[in-house]
């Protein structure tokens, strides 16, 4: 398996340009989870999935920030405008089974940033 | 709320020698499951070891292992004959199985002098 998939590994936008990330997680993979590094904050869980579904969506800092997963294959983080406060490395990692508990499998990460 | 603690921003460790960072956490939990992740400049996070909290006996893989104090809610990671791929930021994390979510420290940076 290729592991965890991430597009773009970079982006650069300006201020109120509309960015979005895309993450393939590992086939047969049940729980997808999107999270954002930063030096000030390090590691926060934005959003994770469960069978396509958000379960828990308290991570995603604000409405400009949305996430979908049409399928067990394909994931987005969507972020419309962004804002210079942003730029991060995104993460999407995947999982299987037993609630989520074994090894989170992550993907290379995209940085962002945001002029 | 569970909150995971990693007191050393930075260790460094001359190749060859062992090295321990540090983790403590806070649960009120009995059951649940701890992991040390790495990830070195390429920024890829990669699981190191894991430990299930109702086993006593620590977690090995080969030159990695854990010291697992369930009472003192210590977990710290034990690096042996450390070597130059060893150098990256680890993190240590719990699984809180409330929400199905990773706590996470905030990193030690591991510096290996040649």
């Known amino acids: 398996d290729a592991g965890v998939i991430q597009s773009p590994r970079h982006e650069v936008t300006e201020m109120g340009q509309e960015v979005t990330l895309r993450c393939k997680p590992i086939?047969?993979?049940?729980?997808l989870f999107w999270y954002r590094q930063t030096m000030m904050r390090g590691l926060e869980l934005l959003i994770y999935?469960?069978?396509?579904?958000?379960?828990?969506d308290s991570g995603m800092p604000e409405d400009r920030f949305s996430a979908k997963m049409p399928n067990a294959s394909f994931s987005t983080l969507k972020i419309q405008p962004s804002e210079p406060r942003d730029s991060a490395v995104y993460f999407c990692?995947?999982?299987?089974?037993?609630?989520?508990?074994?090894?989170?499998?992550f993907g290379p990460g995209t940085r962002l940033t945001v002029l | 709320a569970q909150t995971v603690t990693q007191s050393q921003p930075e260790m460094s460790v001359q190749e060859a020698e062992t090295v321990t960072l540090s983790c403590t956490y806070d649960t009120s939990e009995s059951d649940y499951y701890l992991f040390w992740y790495k990830q070195p400049p390429s920024r890829q996070m990669i699981l190191v070891i894991r430990?299930?909290?109702?086993k006593q006996q620590n977690a090995t893989e080969n030159r990695f292992s854990v010291n697992f104090q369930k009472a003192a809610k210590s977990f710290s990671l034990k690096i042996s004959d450390s070597q130059l791929g060893d150098a990256a930021m680890y993190f240590c994390?719990?699984?809180?199985?409330?929400?199905?979510?990773?706590?996470w420290g905030a990193g030690t940076k591991l510096i290996i002098k040649p």
């Open positions: 994390a719990y699984f809180d199985g409330s929400n199905y979510q990773l706590i």
């Open positions: 430990q299930e909290a109702y």
């Open positions: 990692a995947s999982s299987f089974g037993d609630r989520g508990v074994n090894e989170q499998f």
């Open positions: 999935f469960n069978n396509n579904v958000p379960i828990d």
């Open positions: 086939s047969g993979h049940d729980y």
